[in-house]
């Protein structure tokens, strides 16, 4: 894990991207700001009044280390309405527009839009749909991308897995299986896991039969054919994904061996509920979810998070938007 985010923390200092942070009242948000300004390796955007912040943070920004935006004294409020009207092609009139940039969460995520912030970090305080839906109406999906989804990354040690999808798509039908798959596998590659994907079932190889593990055995064939450098294999069950003895009985002629780091589960149920087991009695740090599939990067915090897994989020998004960066200057 140190070599993970000490890697992203020396690559991040060389840029200093614009993080925005719509919770400026909490106070695992304001712990990580001034940890991540002091440290040089972003620059936070907090939705706030600089007059209504701390001696410590009012310092930070007089040092230009952080910045503060609010609706109340925000300059270009007229843009931004006009901005949010056009990007909603119509669905979104001037008086409701001016009322959703009203909220942090709206107001912070038009800031990415317009290019004033490079991402969004947010769900300290608030529900994951708060941070989803704006990210949704405003950011959008990538082109060709259908869905949006929520992975983990999972840290304990030099131990790094992706889990996904954990916190968007509730029953994911076959197609959307194959893109959380996917896109899981391109996060995982972004820091620095080589993926070996296991689309992961209560049934390993037809050793059960349902519709709900036909699913997933026609997702993994998509994966197959849009991605054919992909190592995928699925159905399988857990152990058989994970541990190589049980594979070697179970699935002998898997890709995967036995030693799949990115697990796609069935649905948000299993995915949940896997990911929040594993956090707490295996004692991994959960990073995320991490919205895969937007055109610029918004993620989501856990509200059982603390200042340490705001600041690693905030890393994991400003790696994001470089990536977003460097592909859009392509």
């Known amino acids: ?58 310092k930070l920004a007089e040092e230009g280390k952080i910045l503060f935006r609010h ?40 800031l990415v839009y317009t290019g004033d912030a490079d991402g969004l970090v947010s769900g300290a305080a608030h529900s994951t749909a708060s941070t989803v839906r704006p990210a949704l109406q ?39 299986l194959s893109e959380i798959a996917i896109e899981s596998a391109e996060t995982a590659k972004l820091f620095g896991i080589d993926p070996r994907i296991a689309m992961l079932s209560f049934s390993t190889r037809g050793s059960a039969k349902d519709p709900t593990i ?16 992909l190592p995928v294999d699925g159905e399988l069950q857990f152990d058989a994904a994970f541990v190589p003895e049980v594979a070697a009985r179970k699935a002998p002629d898997s890709p995967l061996k036995g030693r799949a780091n990115v697990f796609v589960f069935p649905n948000l149920d299993a995915g949940n509920i896997g990911y929040k087991m594993v956090q707490r009695l295996g004692h991994f740090i959960a990073l995320g979810p991490i919205l895969q599939g937007l055109n610029k ?7 059982g998070c603390n200042a340490d897994d705001v600041y690693k989020v905030a890393l994991i998004t400003a790696k994001q938007a470089l990536a977003v960066n460097s592909h859009q200057h392509a």
Not at 163 to 172: Q, R, S, V, Y
């Open 214 to 229: 036909d699913k997933v055995t026609e997702a993994t064939q998509l994966v197959r054919q849009k991605a054919p450098d």
């Open 71 to 110: 609706p109340d004294t925000e300059k270009s409020m007229d843009y931004l309405v006009r901005e949010l009207v056009d990007r909603r092609k119509g669905k979104t009139d001037e008086p409701t527009a001016g009322k959703w940039l009203r909220d942090p969460g709206y107001y912070g995520t038009m």
């Open 1 to 58: 894990m140190a070599d993970l985010f000490g890697k992203l923390e020396s690559e991040m200092k060389q840029h200093r991207l614009t993080i925005v942070f719509p919770e400026s009242g909490d106070e695992r948000v304001v712990e990580a700001v001034k940890r991540m300004a002091a440290n040089g390796v972003i620059r936070p955007l907090l939705i706030g009044k600089a007059e209504e912040a701390d001696a410590a943070l009012q």
């Open 297 to 303: 990067p918004v993620n989501d915090l856990s509200r």
């Open 138 to 176: 405003i950011i959008k999906s990538q082109p060709g991308k259908h869905r949006i989804s929520g992975s983990f990354i999972m840290v304990r040690g030099d131990e790094e897995y992706v889990f996904a999808d954990c916190g968007i798509n509730i029953t994911p039908d076959s197609e959307t």
